[in-house]
């Protein structure tokens, strides 16, 4: 199977008659493909220290059934990735440790769930956007410590790639998002 051949049944397998769940299904996928690097740039920093990285591989296989989902009901397709990134998120603040900024994620996690949702639908979008920032407010000191014990050079390098990943991914989701609105909303500002 060629690039493109595979690029057009993602585009596909992304593809949605409503924009949002287009928009919320290609965000699914964008972190589906990014998730198993993360271990790769772990080691790549800190080296064998960040083996417990390798253990978030396995949610990129939920993120790439989003779609799926959303196919079946497009509420839901488009709640779930905020659910399972701040599940996603609390579980890397543990193995990695607080101090790794993995907890910045939980940004695009309210982005997500702010922007999948139209003005009917609040009262799934304001517990959706309200769910990270509890979990992140109940989460503080109450972890323990990470898998591996990390020094702090490795903290700091961690938690640059977080901020860095987390920063071109907001600005990701919002052009995303915007792009997808219908003009008449875009016109309406």
Do not use: Q
């Not at 920093?45 to 079946?72: C, K, N, Q, T, Y």
């Not at 071109?168 to 919002?174: E, N, R």
């Amino acid at each position: 199977m060629s690039l493109k051949s595979l690029l057009a049944r993602l585009r596909a397998y992304a593809g949605h008659d409503d924009p949002l769940v287009a928009a919320t299904n290609l965000v699914a996928l964008i972190v589906a493909s990014n998730v198993p690097f993360y271990p790769v740039y772990h080691l790549a920093l800190i080296g064998w220290d960040g083996w417990p990285s390798l253990l978030e591989i396995p949610a990129s296989l939920l993120f790439f059934a989003i779609p799926w989902v959303a196919r079946r009901s497009s509420r839901l397709g488009r709640a779930l990735p905020s659910l399972i990134g701040t599940v996603n998120t609390l579980f890397c603040m543990k193995i990695m440790g607080e101090a790794s900024g993995n907890a910045l994620f939980l940004v695009p996690c309210v982005m997500v769930a702010a922007l999948s949702f139209r003005t009917s639908e609040r009262w799934i979008m304001l517990p959706l956007v309200w769910l990270p920032v509890a979990a992140f407010l109940l989460s503080i000191d109450r972890l323990g410590p990470p898998l591996s014990p990390f020094t702090d050079a490795e903290f700091a390098a961690m938690l640059r790639l977080n901020a860095i990943s987390v920063g071109i991914f907001a600005g990701f989701i919002g052009m995303l998002y915007g792009r997808s609105a219908p003009d008449s909303a875009r016109a309406s500002r």
